[in-house]
């Protein structure tokens, strides 16, 4: 097991990709922090992984709360000693074309897709500075490297969270911290299953692969920035979109 005696925090752990994260780094014997608003799913979760031989612990955090935010990390921290991963992958979609958004629908957005990895990215690196190590991977998204209609704020997150990982993972690499981004593209979520028959299948349309990722196939990709094998792989945008954007 490559990340054994190793912490992994995952936000927005309690569903979708991040469950995905979460079971997958839990899998190669990391300890991993579910952090999620839905308490009921998020213990739901950490349940499941725990019958499955994978110590999880959840935290109930709104990722935009930064107060919040940095007393989860100290307990984190007080408890395990470490966070040697941390996934920021908590993230909303309020979507309308922009003519008919109301400002808290462009707020709200960023401040859970961008602020929240500002938050969890600021405490943890004190941290990860004194270690000289740490993985940071954040979730971006294909609209945040191609645009799309009616997802304005989405998208305007998703660029600034690429623009954000570049920016940090130059900050941060002499300290031995790495930070890079995951785009997906079309994954099957329950956050992606709400959208109309029709908007599937438009996207669907302009897959070359002809079929929607699995939030596993994030996961590994996930798996792999976290690992030695990455060690030399900093402040990329790796797209995992079936040749949706290329």
Same mark, same amino acid.
């Given at each position: 097991?490559?990340?054994?005696?190793?912490?992994?925090?995952?936000? @927005?752990?309690?569903?979708?990709?991040? &469950? /995905?994260?979460?079971?997958?780094?839990? $899998?190669?014997?990391?300890? +991993?922090?579910? #952090?999620?608003?839905?308490?009921?799913?998020?213990?739901?979760?950490?349940?499941?992984?725990?019958?499955? @031989?994978?110590?999880?612990?959840?935290? &109930? /955090?709104?990722?935009?709360?930064?107060? $919040?935010?940095?007393?989860? +990390?100290?307990? #984190?921290?007080?408890?395990?000693?470490?966070?040697?991963?941390?996934?920021?992958?908590?993230?909303?979609?309020?979507?309308?074309?922009?003519?008919?958004?109301?400002?808290?629908?462009?707020?709200?957005?960023?401040?859970?897709?961008?602020?929240?990895?500002?938050?969890?990215?600021?405490?943890?690196?004190?941290?990860?500075?004194?270690?000289?190590?740490?993985?940071?991977?954040?979730?971006?998204?294909?609209?945040?490297?191609?645009?799309?209609?009616?997802?304005?704020?989405?998208?305007?997150?998703?660029?600034?969270?690429?623009?954000?990982?570049?920016?940090?993972?130059?900050?941060?690499?002499?300290?031995?911290?790495?930070?890079?981004?995951?785009?997906?593209?079309?994954?099957?979520?329950?956050?992606?299953?709400?959208?109309?028959?029709?908007?599937?299948?438009?996207?669907?349309?302009?897959?070359?692969?002809?079929?929607?990722?699995?939030?596993?196939?994030?996961?590994?990709?996930?798996?792999?920035?976290?690992?030695?094998?990455?060690?030399?792989?900093?402040?990329?945008?790796?797209?995992?979109?079936?040749?949706?954007?290329?």
């Amino acid at each position: 097991m490559i990340f054994k005696e190793r912490v992994s925090l995952v936000t @927005g752990a309690s569903q979708g990709i991040g &469950e /995905a994260i979460a079971e997958e780094l839990g $899998r190669e014997g990391a300890t +991993v922090v579910l #952090v999620d608003i839905q308490k009921e799913k998020l213990d739901q979760v950490a349940e499941r992984l725990s019958a499955a @031989g994978i110590k999880a612990i959840p935290f &109930e /955090a709104d990722v935009s709360d930064s107060a $919040r935010v940095t007393r989860v +990390v100290e307990e #984190v921290i007080s408890s395990l000693g470490r966070i040697d991963h941390l996934i920021n992958n908590a993230g909303i979609t309020r979507d309308t074309l922009l003519l008919r958004m109301k400002e808290e629908e462009w707020d709200l957005v960023l401040q859970i897709n961008l602020k929240g990895a500002f938050n969890f990215c600021r405490a943890a690196l004190k941290s990860m500075f004194n270690a000289r190590y740490g993985r940071i991977v954040n979730i971006a998204s294909v609209v945040g490297l191609m645009g799309n209609v009616g997802q304005t704020n989405y998208a305007a997150s998703k660029a600034g969270l690429i623009g954000f990982s570049k920016s940090l993972a130059r900050e941060v690499a002499p300290r031995g911290i790495t930070v890079n981004c995951v785009a997906p593209g079309y994954i099957a979520t329950p956050m992606t299953e709400k959208l109309p028959e029709e908007v599937k299948k438009a996207f669907l349309d302009i897959i070359p692969m002809k079929r929607f990722g699995l939030p596993v196939e994030v996961a590994r990709v996930v798996k792999f920035l976290c690992s030695d094998d990455a060690a030399y792989i900093t402040g990329q945008v790796i797209s995992v979109n079936g040749g949706m954007y290329m």
